[in-house]
Every structure is written in C-alpha cells, then in structure tokens.
C-alpha cells in the first residue's frame, strides 16, 4: 500500500517498557502505520498491555496486529512479522529504545523525495538505561559514514551502524531478494538480515539527524565482560553474517570474498580479546589462521609480541605514552 509503513516489533517480557514505546507511537507525527507486534513467548505481562495499548492505537486509525508465538528470538520474530506486511516500506523497532516523533516521517520523506534509494538511515545518540538523558555518543561522527551510498561492506566488516530503528527499506527491495518473504533466523541479530539484501543491491540515504535513543543495558549480552560471552557472541556475529551472504544471489566468487574479509576481522577481534584476557593460546591460535591469510601487517605483529612478552608490553605502552605526550608538547 503506498506510504503506508509497517513497523515490526519484536517482543519478549518487555513489560517495563512498553507504556514508553507506545508513548514513542501515539506521538508519532506520521499515521499512516500498521504495527505488526510479535510476542516472542513472553512470561510477563507483555501480551496484555500490548493489546491495551493497540486498541487505543486502532482508535487513532493505525493498523495494530497481534502475533503470540512461542520464545525463538528475535530474528524469529521479525520473520513471522514479515508474513504480515503491506507497507511499502518497512521499519523495525525494538520496545527498549525510543524515537523521537519525526522519526517515521523523515524517513517516510526521503524515500517518498529519492526513489532510487531502497533504504535511508538516521543519526541517533547511544544512551545507557540508567541515565536517558546523558548522551554517550552519536551513531554517527564520521562524513564518510553519513555520504556513503553503498554500505554493504561497510555493514558486515562492522564500520557502521545498523541499529533497529535507525533505518527504513522498501518493503519490495527486500522480498524481491529473498524467498518466501523469511531471513535467516539467528539468534546473534535481526537487522542486518534485513538490510545486507537491499544494501547489496541499492542505494542508501541518510538522515544527519538525531531521531532516536539507542539504549544500552549493562546486563544484556551486550556486556562485553565475561570472556567466554564475549567470544559466543563475536562467534555468533560472524556465523549471522556468512549465513546471510550465503543466501544472497550473488557471484560465487564475491561471496568467496566477502567470506575471506569476514574472517580477517573476526581473527583480529577474537586476538584483541585473547590479549586483553591474557589468553595466549587463543591469540596464537588466531594469529596464525591470520598469518595463513596473508593478511597479517605491522600492528598483528606488535600485538603478537606485546602478548608474548610482558616486559615488551610494558616497553610498548610506555613508548606511546611518551609519543603521545610529545605530540601534545607539540600541538600546545
């Protein structure tokens, strides 16, 4: 349906959230909506409160769709969502963040202004739970990030941002590249199923302004803390993106490639942890699948040593401290 937007959301027992998402809906300053809301087998009371607050939604003439299915995440989720859509363009959002409410509108806007781009992002600002209001940062910092038009590899060696939210498609960019209208259902994300098929294939805009707050929560597995959750997740990030391009009609040899970058980075993110955790067999064991790459340079190496040696650590850290010092001397 033209302009009509289908908002997908997933849900699981995300009861203390949901009075301020749909507060983030009711304001929207864009109406015409179909939400389409997936309980993904919540245990609070996230199934009533949604169906309270969709009527009062229905009453403002927005479309509200209910679907219960049993826990498989959120990946899942948005996969039973997609079977209900009839927007011509589509947006996820997750109940635990907040939009600002111009933030369907612009969107709406761009693509309605540029239609040989398939998808258009915006700026944000990163937030933590227990302080809405003191910005950590932006999505977005850097001009090359906000001006490129191609983003794909950009999105799976991990240089830009791929919030829910953050981001509206063409719904007929999206199922025109994959089967039965479903992605590849993981339980390391959802969004880049979304957006890899439309990225590849078309154009991206972006929106250089704040319309939403990604927020952070120091319990969720986003918690880089623990080594071994760590590890599951950089393993379980890895997985979702070579599956994802595996099911992209794309040359064989292109997807050959983009499986070789997607390893390098990996054995340089699991190295970086290994170092910061003093685990010396895990960084050998990665330095040497680097090493057989070919990609291995200057900075592998001087990593290599500092993990082997402490007193070369030592010596290293200390060496950039008094670099870095001298070019403060020099800048003042």
Request: with cysteine; glycine share 4%; hydrophobic share 35%.
């Amino acid at each position: 349906m033209e302009n009509l937007v289908s908002v997908l959301i997933p849900c699981y027992n995300g009861e203390k959230f949901l009075e301020r998402f749909f507060r983030c809906l009711f304001e929207q300053s864009y109406k015409y909506l179909e939400i389409i809301f997936v309980n993904d087998g919540s245990k609070d009371r996230s199934e009533i409160l949604a169906k309270k607050y969709g009527k009062q939604l229905e009453k403002k003439g927005i479309t509200f769709t209910y679907i219960y299915q049993e826990n498989n995440g959120a990946a899942s989720a948005i996969n039973t969502a997609l079977k209900y859509v009839n927007g011509e363009y589509i947006m996820l959002y997750d109940v635990d963040d907040i939009i600002f409410p111009d933030a369907i509108k612009e969107k709406v806007t761009f693509l309605q202004s540029n239609k040989d781009y398939d998808m258009v992002r915006n700026n944000g600002y990163i937030v933590n739970n227990n302080n809405l209001d003191e910005v950590l940062q932006l999505f977005s910092e850097n001009d090359y990030e906000k001006n490129n038009e191609y983003i794909f590899e950009d999105l799976i060696l991990g240089k830009t941002n791929n919030w829910p939210a953050s981001f509206m498609i063409r719904s007929g960019a999206l199922f025109k590249h994959i089967k039965n209208k479903e992605i590849y259902i993981s339980q390391f994300g959802q969004n880049l199923q979304v957006m890899l098929p439309v990225a590849y294939f078309g154009k991206s805009g972006y929106i250089d302004k704040p319309l939403m707050k990604y927020i952070r929560h120091a319990n969720s597995h986003s918690d880089f803390s623990n080594k071994e959750k760590r590890l599951k997740l950089m393993n379980g990030y890895e997985e979702n993106r070579v599956e994802i391009i595996k099911q992209l009609n794309i040359p064989e040899e292109e997807k050959e490639k983009y499986f070789k970058e997607i390893a390098i980075l990996y054995y340089r993110i699991r190295m970086q942890i290994a170092y910061q955790t003093k685990d010396i067999e895990l960084f050998k064991q990665e330095y040497e699948k680097l090493i057989k790459s070919g990609a291995n340079n200057k900075q592998d190496k001087e990593l290599y040593y500092r993990t082997k040696s402490n007193v070369y650590d030592k010596f290293y850290s200390l060496s950039h401290r008094i670099v870095n010092k001298l070019k403060r001397g020099i800048h003042k």
